[in-house]
């Protein structure tokens, strides 16, 4: 098991950025793939972004391409989500995961990821 801790949310006006971080420990973080997942109110929880253990692939939304970027740094066991030109749209409880996967591959499914942190809230102004 892998604990999970998000920071970074916050509000901002539109078409500015924010950086997520997700800070792990437990097991090797090294092993895992981690995703972003977000969930606004009233709606399911939904991919955003997520990376191989390897760091070698990673994997976006159509809603999020050209925006937002993941990256991993697993000598601080951290995972970061990027996000420039936000929108409205993009306001929710933003949580990060981390799935058990082969090599170069990238989960995006909420059912394969086993860990989950807590959210941080991330509210964009029009």
């Known amino acids: 098991q892998v604990q999970l801790v998000e920071s970074g949310g916050g509000l901002v006006q539109a078409g500015g950025s924010l950086r997520l971080s997700c800070a792990a420990s437990g097991r090797t973080f090294s092993s895992y793939a981690m995703g972003w997942f977000r969930q606004a109110p009233g709606k399911e929880r939904e991919f955003v972004a997520g990376i191989s253990w390897t760091g070698r692939n990673t994997d976006y939304a159509d809603s999020v391409k050209g925006r937002f970027t993941i990256s991993r740094d697993d000598a601080k066991n951290t995972v970061y989500l990027q996000m420039n030109s936000l929108k409205p749209v993009d306001t929710a409880v933003y949580y990060c995961?981390?799935?058990?996967?082969?090599?170069?591959?990238?989960?995006?499914?909420?059912?394969?990821?086993?860990?989950w942190g807590q959210g941080t809230q991330v509210t964009v102004s029009s």
């Open positions: 995961a981390a799935a058990i996967s082969s090599r170069n591959f990238v989960p995006f499914r909420p059912s394969e990821y086993i860990d």
